[in-house]
């Protein structure tokens, strides 16, 4: 037992702990659910009300609702058509999209495609509020394949929104993709992983730690805490989301038998690689292929977070329920690699992640010591252009690690170093955000293409976010 869970199941005076408050507070659910008891459940693929040669429509409306998420209770969420996490979008590359959203929530929203090059005006600007009954078509080109996620980017309340439900799957087929021998269909899992925290009653608790932000004592997949997944003896593919507002994960099964790794944000990876341990921080996403054929009908495994000990360690249960053929292959070329190269690079440009800001009374967080200000933006690129930004934690050495995932719209990058030394394995390949741990620096590449107009980046944890850690750029 480390000395996290002692204390987390110690119940006793846990102020100094991210987790202690909530624990100590005695709302929580986190010791009456039961794990592996409830089955995943896999979000229904949203129809689109109308279709032509080049488009599908959509329509959305963001409602209050009330929903079972811990067995027996119910949970007030705001979600997209109600439903915790939304419903899954799916489409094939270069095939347009336009969704109404509808909001009729009481709050203002925004909603944002992560991971997509979409036009400014449909990216959602944290200040081009959806005010409540009001409506708006977001367009989406879906230039680029990959598993993305569409979630709110409302200025100053992303945190809160999307704790309270409002994020969803967003998947683009790859043209290419139909042909390879990957696993489909019901063997093609979705799996949105999030912590929450909920009262003795059922509420969601939205009560953030500035500093950590809301790292919460209950892991939701797809929105069911501890969920168990009866599989067959045979391979599945599993797009991975991290959902959560605040909390890194770092993905491993139980037997220690690596995956396939064969996608990262930015689609899929050139060929597959074998390995053994996937950190996934907040807003990443990663895709794996597991075979369950090397394990015996009737046992059972676990994807873990290794950055966990004791009881919650196990996100998810695989239970192998039946033997089936399995006409599925790991194939040996998936994609083109990508390659940006320091030599086409026309700028460099640095950044340096920090807590900060102009008051001393509450906990702030900035870009080179500014604060987000949606007026000015801190980088004007051209169009076209190859760029190299130096990404760098400068948070608090001396107290506890504070990851800052750092997400641009519009592009996807590579990563050319981290830390002086090439990037880590499984975040070889296109990216959208990068994980900075505290003192690590990367330096990452990327060509901005697609349109002009004014985008973001940011930190994605929510709280960070929400407390300023977040930029302007424009493209010209
Ligand atoms: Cu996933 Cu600017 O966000
Ligand atoms: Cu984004
Ligand atoms: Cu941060």
């Given at each position: ?11 006793g005076?846990?102020a100094?702990?991210?987790?202690g ?15 592996f008891?409830?089955l ?15 488009a599908?429509?959509y329509e959305?409306?963001?409602?209050e ?8 209770k119910?949970?007030?969420i705001?979600?997209?058509?109600g439903l ?9 590359q ?11 929530l ?5 909603v944002h495609?992560?991971?997509s ?13 959806l ?7 977001y367009?989406?080109?879906n230039?680029r394949a990959?598993t993305?996620?569409y ?12 704790f309270?439900?409002l994020?969803?799957m967003?998947i683009?087929?790859?043209?290419e ?15 949105i992983?999030?912590?929450?925290l909920?009262?003795?009653?059922g ?25 168990r ?5 045979r ?8 959902g959560s507002?605040?909390?890194s994960?770092c ?12 996608a990262?944000d ?7 690689r074998r ?7 907040m807003?990443?996403r ?16 676990t994807?873990?977070d290794?950055n966990?000990g004791g009881p ?13 053929r399995?006409?599925?292959r ?10 940006i190269?320091?030599d086409?690079a ?8 920090t ?21 000015h ?6 169009l076209?252009?190859v760029e190299?930004?130096?990404l760098?934690n ?7 690690n504070v990851?800052?995932p750092?997400?641009?719209?519009l592009v996807?990058?590579?990563i050319?170093?981290?830390n002086g030394?090439?990037a880590?394995p499984?975040e070889v390949?296109?990216k959208d955000t ?7 620096e ?6 901005f293409e697609?349109?002009k ?6 930190c994605?944890?929510?709280e960070h976010?929400d407390r300023g850690m977040?930029a ?5």
């Amino acid at each position: 037992m480390t000395r996290r869970e002692f204390l987390v199941l110690s119940g006793g005076t846990l102020a100094s702990h991210p987790l202690g408050r909530w624990v100590e507070s005695r709302t929580s659910n986190y010791f009456t659910v039961k794990r592996f008891q409830n089955l995943l459940q896999i979000p229904p693929v949203l129809r689109p009300s109308h279709s032509d040669e080049t488009a599908d429509y959509y329509e959305i409306v963001q409602r209050e609702a009330s929903v079972e998420l811990l067995p027996g209770k119910k949970s007030t969420i705001w979600g997209y058509q109600g439903l915790f996490p939304g419903p899954i979008i799916k489409t094939r590359q270069n095939r347009r999209t336009a969704i109404r959203h509808k909001n009729k929530l009481l709050v203002p929203t925004v909603v944002h495609l992560h991971g997509s090059a979409t036009p400014p005006d449909s990216d959602g600007f944290p200040t081009e509020l959806l005010l409540p009954g009001q409506e708006k078509i977001y367009s989406y080109p879906n230039h680029r394949a990959a598993t993305l996620w569409y979630h709110d980017h409302t200025m100053d309340y992303t945190g809160r929104n999307i704790f309270m439900g409002l994020a969803g799957m967003y998947i683009v087929e790859g043209e290419e993709e139909r042909n390879l021998p990957l696993p489909r269909d019901e063997y093609d899992v979705p799996l949105i992983v999030q912590d929450r925290l909920f009262s003795g009653d059922g509420a969601l608790l939205f009560k953030p730690d500035p500093v950590d932000g809301a790292v919460t004592d209950t892991i939701l997949i797809n929105g069911t805490p501890w969920p168990r997944m009866d599989v067959s003896a045979r391979k599945y593919r599993l797009r991975i989301v991290n959902g959560s507002n605040a909390r890194s994960f770092c993905l491993a099964l139980s037997s220690h038998f690596p995956f396939w790794q064969i996608a990262t944000d930015g689609g899929l990876l050139p060929a597959p690689r074998r390995i053994r341990e996937i950190p996934i921080a907040m807003a990443e996403r990663v895709e794996v292929i597991v075979d369950f054929s090397a394990y015996p009908v009737n046992s059972s495994l676990t994807l873990d977070d290794l950055n966990q000990g004791g009881p919650t360690r196990s996100l998810l249960q695989f239970k192998i329920v039946r033997k089936v053929r399995d006409d599925s292959r790991v194939p040996d070329h998936m994609a083109e690699a990508a390659t940006i190269s320091r030599d086409c690079a026309t700028h460099e440009r640095s950044f340096v992640f920090t807590r900060g800001g102009a008051s001393n009374s509450e906990v702030r967080w900035s870009i080179n010591g500014e604060q987000f200000d949606s007026a000015h933006a801190v980088a004007t690129v051209n169009l076209g252009d190859v760029e190299i930004w130096r990404l760098a934690n400068h948070s608090f050495r001396n107290r506890h690690n504070v990851v800052h995932p750092i997400h641009l719209h519009l592009v996807n990058f590579q990563i050319l170093e981290r830390n002086g030394k090439p990037a880590a394995p499984y975040e070889v390949g296109w990216k959208d955000t990068v994980a900075l741990s505290v003192g690590d620096e990367v330096l990452i590449g990327m060509r901005f293409e697609g349109y002009k107009g004014r985008y973001l980046f940011h930190c994605h944890n929510l709280e960070h976010e929400d407390r300023g850690m977040m930029a302007r750029f424009d493209v010209n």
